[in-house]
């Protein structure tokens, strides 16, 4: 039988959708190392599902700046142990994968990923081409690539800024995946603050979110906003010193402007 294509819109009937951060990984921002033994990230896993938590999304492999790039080999050996046995574990939960590499994606979808999460936008042809022969759903995110990795300036930098590149950008990523066919009632558009941007220009990204549907014509519950324990969050709260693991009431308040402005979907490391 043919499965039908994901559709975000049953995930959203109950209210917002919180996307609980799963890290396998020893060297991200907030939480590295804490959950590399597949134990404890899958008692992690159940954690955020008794959180509120109604979908999960597993990275194996660091985006933090200066984060050294992981081999697709070494990426899937994470996941292999803990992928399976929360798709069994949790029939009605789906899993999604934070990966940019065709390898890695194909063996999660096969192993009980419903989505993928690609921090570049699905700009590399082999990802591109699995979102397109697969009904998964897909979350895409806005950032700023140099060579093979992300292009990230001071975030303290003082110059001012706006955010028309950033929504030039997110524009550019919608038609990417319009041009390659792919429905947007299975796409999330992730703004991708802190990819690239410096603490200003998020500011004025953030500013932008009460009328950002409309400037992209693009529906307010098809964002996936991830500002979880980021620097933004510091920055706006104005403790730039705060550590990851301190921010997360400072979060929790964005969420709820968001919500107020008709935000549905956040990724975020823990709920409440």
């Known amino acids: 039988m043919t499965q039908a294509p994901f559709d975000w819109g049953p995930l959203l009937r109950d209210g917002p959708l919180f996307v609980g951060i799963l890290n396998v990984t020893p060297d991200s921002f907030s939480d590295g190392g804490q959950f590399t033994d597949p134990e404890r990230a899958f008692q992690q896993a159940q954690r955020l599902v008794s959180q509120g938590a109604g979908m999960l999304d597993l990275g ?16 899937w050996q994470r996941l292999s ?17 934070d990966t940019r590499h065709e390898e890695v994606a194909r ?24 979102a397109q022969t697969s009904p998964c759903g897909v979350i895409a995110m806005r950032s700023r690539r140099q060579g093979e990795g992300f292009l990230m ?4 930098d003082s ?36 990819f690239g941007t410096t603490y200003l220009e998020d ?3 953030w500013q932008s979110l009460p009328k950002l549907p409309s400037l992209l014509d693009w529906p307010i519950d098809r964002f996936c906003l991830g500002i979880s324990r980021k620097r933004f969050v510091a920055f706006r709260a104005g403790q730039p010193k705060l550590p990851p693991n301190a921010r997360d009431p400072f979060t929790a308040a ?19």
């Open 203 to 205: 500011q004025a990204l």
């Open 107 to 130: 063996l999660g979808l096969e192993q009980g990923a419903a989505v993928l999460n690609d921090v570049t936008g699905f700009i590399t042809s082999g990802l591109l081409a699995l």
């Open 159 to 194: 110059a001012p800024q706006t955010a028309d590149q950033a929504l030039a950008e997110l524009r550019t990523l919608r038609d990417h995946l319009r041009v390659a066919g792919i429905a947007d009632r299975r796409v999330l558009l992730d703004p991708g603050f802190g």
């Open 254 to 272: 964005l969420h709820a402007e968001a919500m107020a402005w008709g935000y549905r979907v956040f990724r975020t490391h823990t709920i409440g």
């Open 153 to 156: 300036p001071p975030y303290d």
């Open 60 to 75: 194996a492999e660091s985006t933090r700046p200066g984060a050294v790039p992981v081999p697709p080999g070494e990426e």
């Open 81 to 97: 142990p803990l992928l399976p046995r929360l798709a069994r574990a949790l029939p009605g939960v789906p899993l999604s994968l």
